[in-house]
C-alpha cells in the first residue's frame, strides 16, 4: 500500500532563512509525488510535483523540491522564506499503476515564518 | 480552481440525521474525490469516482456513500450521521494526464458540525 510520511507537525523558520518541509513516502515503484499548499480557510492549492526525469522540481511561489530515490524522501525546500509562505502543506503520493488516479496525503506540516 | 464548487458551505447536523453533501464540476474531469480534513490526520480519502455510476472506496469510508449520476455532480452521503464525522469535507477532481498536466483540484470545502 502506498503511504507518505510528514514527520514535523511544525516548522518555524526566520525570514529570509531557507526552509525545508520534510517528506517521506512508501509505494511500489515509481512514485508519483507532489506538494500542496493550504491558507486559512481555503482548499489545498497545488505547488509542484515529481512524476520523472530530474530529481529537482521546480513549482509555483519560488518552492522547489528534490526527489531522493535512495532515501524514499521527496522534500520541499525554498531558498529565502517570506512571511506569507506562512501556511498547512501537505505531500501526496500517487501510485504508478496505470490508469489509477488514487492520492494518499500525509497529515500536514504547518510552516510559520517569523518576520 | 477547475470550477468546483461545494453545497452547502456549512452545516451544523444532529446525531443520526441523513447528511448529503454536493460537489459540482464545470469542466467534464473523469476523476472526482471526497476528502475529510482532521487536526492530526491530515487530509484523508473518503470515496472517490472514475466516471458515472463507478466509485471506489478510500481509506475512511465507513459511514459514508457516494453517488455520481452525472459527469459533473459527485454527492457524498452520511446515512446516519455522528460526532465523529464532524469534519471539513473537500471535494477534488484529477486533471489526467501524462507529465505536466496531471493534478489535483480542490473545492473551497464544507465544514460540517454534527451536535
Known amino acids: 500500500a502506498q503511504s507518505v510520511a510528514q514527520p514535523e507537525d511544525q516548522v518555524n523558520v526566520a525570514e529570509g532563512n531557507p526552509l525545508t518541509v520534510k517528506c517521506t513516502y512508501s509505494v511500489s515503484g515509481n512514485p508519483y509525488l507532489f506538494w500542496y499548499v493550504q491558507y486559512p480557510n481555503r482548499g489545498l492549492q497545488f505547488l509542484l510535483k515529481y512524476i520523472t526525469g530530474d530529481n529537482l522540481v521546480k513549482g509555483s511561489y519560488g518552492f522547489e523540491a528534490e526527489f531522493n530515490k535512495s532515501q524514499t524522501s521527496f522534500h520541499l525546500k525554498k531558498p529565502s522564506a517570506l512571511v506569507s509562505d506562512s501556511a498547512l502543506y501537505f505531500c501526496?503520493?500517487?501510485?504508478?499503476?496505470?490508469?489509477?488516479?488514487?492520492?494518499?496525503f500525509g497529515t500536514g506540516t504547518r510552516l510559520k515564518v517569523l518576520a | 480552481d477547475a470550477g468546483i464548487t461545494q453545497s452547502p458551505r456549512h452545516k451544523v447536523t444532529e446525531t443520526g440525521t441523513p447528511v448529503t453533501l454536493r460537489c459540482h464540476q464545470t469542466?467534464?474531469?473523469?476523476?472526482m474525490y471526497w476528502y475529510r480534513q482532521d487536526p492530526g490526520h491530515g487530509l484523508r480519502l473518503i470515496h472517490y469516482?472514475?466516471?458515472?455510476?463507478?466509485?471506489d472506496k478510500g481509506e475512511v469510508s465507513d459511514g459514508y456513500s457516494v453517488s455520481r449520476s452525472k459527469t459533473e455532480d459527485f454527492l457524498l452521503t452520511l446515512e446516519s450521521a455522528t460526532s465523529s464525522q464532524t469534519s471539513v469535507y473537500f471535494c477534488?477532481?484529477?486533471?489526467?494526464?501524462?507529465?505536466?498536466?496531471?493534478?489535483?483540484?480542490f473545492g473551497p470545502g464544507t465544514r460540517l458540525l454534527v451536535l
Open positions: 501526496a503520493v500517487r501510485g504508478p499503476t496505470s490508469g489509477t488516479y488514487k492520492y494518499i
Open positions: 477534488a477532481i484529477s486533471r489526467e494526464g501524462s507529465g505536466s498536466r496531471e493534478t489535483q483540484y
Open positions: 469542466e467534464n474531469h473523469r476523476y
Open positions: 469516482s472514475y466516471g458515472v455510476k463507478d466509485t
